[in-house]
């Protein structure tokens, strides 16, 4: 397994697997497959360029994807942890752990100050990822943008 950090030239990579992941666990997403699917390259490209982005690899495959960005309702030395997924046949395997401590290495030599994310409730899986990975939940709670009816919950981990 291998974790590598990708740029925009790479954009094929992180829409193939961003898409995958949509399509597998649509309800932990902000976005939703059909409003991603036909976007241009030059999208992606710019989606890409918004911060550190990351893909798990076995062999050759990408199988897992995270990134970190800079949020609009965050401090300027903060960023938050998006788009995080792990391909079905190779969870469990620590692959999401080594996803996030790629960016957690990322940001500390970033010099961020706190990385922050928002998880869906009901996936108890990744919050207890990111509760291994030092993450805490800060107790703030909003509705899932595109879907008003799942409530996430904010995490942060200070660097």
Not at 9 to 20: C, F, G, I, N, S
Not at 62 to 71: C, E, K, N, S
Request: hydrophobic share 40%.
């Amino acid at each position: 397994m291998a974790i590598k950090r990708i740029g925009s030239d790479e954009w094929r990579t992180v829409r193939r697997v961003r898409l995958a992941a949509l399509k597998d666990t649509p309800d932990w997403f902000w976005s939703a497959y059909e409003e991603e699917v036909d976007k241009p390259e030059s999208w992606w490209r710019d989606f890409i360029e918004l911060g550190a982005w990351f893909i798990a690899y076995e062999t050759d495959r990408p199988v897992g994807v995270a990134a970190a960005i800079a949020g609009p309702e965050l401090h300027e030395s903060d960023r938050q942890l998006i788009s995080m997924w792990v391909a079905p046949e190779v969870r469990g395997q620590g692959i999401g752990t080594q996803l996030v401590e790629a960016v957690k290495a990322w940001a500390r030599e970033s010099g961020v100050r706190e990385l922050q994310l928002e998880v869906t409730e009901g996936n108890g899986d990744a919050a207890r990822l990111y509760e291994r990975c030092g993450f805490r939940a800060t107790g703030r709670t909003t509705p899932l943008p595109r879907n008003p009816e799942l409530v996430e919950r904010e995490m942060r981990l200070r660097m």
